[in-house]
């Protein structure tokens, strides 16, 4: 609960190490990977189509295994905004870029 909302976070990589302590110990929010299995990159190459493909699963797996929301913010990559317009139509998206990305 994160001021009178439910919250969850998602996401296709989770270093315990390198988060931010409010992750930790899912005392604000659950903290759920999907995708820890697939590569970030093969031969240190092809970084970007995978961080696009451990996206666009992320989105299904959320949209087919979850609640609906009535927001999902998404954050760094933009690529699977089409499927969570397609599977959660409902949904309000905020698409969150890190500046240079």
């Not at 493909?53 to 959320?62: M, Q, S, T, Y």
């Amino acid at each position: 609960m994160l001021q009178g909302h439910a919250v969850e976070m998602f996401t296709s990589r989770y270093e315990k190490h390198r988060s931010f302590e409010e992750t930790k110990d899912n005392q604000y929010f659950p903290v759920v990977v999907y995708n820890g299995y697939l590569p970030r990159h093969v031969g240190n190459r092809l970084h970007i189509l995978f961080a696009i493909l451990r996206a666009a699963w992320l989105a299904v797996c959320v949209c087919m295994w979850h609640e609906s929301y009535d927001v999902i913010v998404c954050d760094q990559v933009s690529a699977y905004l089409p499927i969570l317009r397609l599977f959660a139509p409902n949904s309000r998206l905020f698409f969150y870029c890190h500046f240079p990305d």
